[in-house]
């Protein structure tokens, strides 16, 4: 049973970068989805970005060009590169992964693992 430890988030203006670090406890195998999820208060867990263990990512439309998802496989550690941040980013954010393709609708099936989750703090 892997274990999923985020890192790197923190208080930021709106305007500015931060970036979360997600370290598993254990090598996911060859096979695997990896994905940062983010609940802010009151609303539902929803996707941000995928990458699964050929490459491929995928990024919600908000996402689109401000955040940028990777992998260090060799270090089992995933990774997500924030800028541009707005007060609407504002949430909890928390990294998960599963041994399987990630499906193209987030879908929360896809994951065995979850980490606590990093708070992040978009200010005006």
């Known amino acids: 049973q892997a274990q999923m430890e985020e890192s790197g988030g923190g208080s930021v203006q709106a305007g500015g970068s931060l970036r979360l670090s997600c370290a598993a406890s254990e090598y996911l195998g060859s096979k695997y989805c990896m994905a940062w999820f983010r609940r802010a208060p009151g609303m539902a867990r929803e996707g941000v970005a995928t990458i699964d263990s050929d490459g491929t990512t995928s990024y919600k439309d908000f996402a689109k060009g401000r955040f940028t998802i990777s992998v260090d496989a060799a270090e089992n550690t995933l990774t997500l590169q924030m800028s541009s941040l707005r007060p609407g980013d504002t949430a909890m954010y928390y990294c998960?992964?599963?041994?399987?393709?990630?499906?193209?609708?987030?879908?929360?099936?896809?994951?065995?693992?979850w980490g606590q989750g990093t708070q992040v703090t978009v200010s005006t």
């Open positions: 998960a992964a599963g041994h399987r393709y990630c499906s193209p609708d987030f879908s929360l099936d896809d994951y065995n693992y």
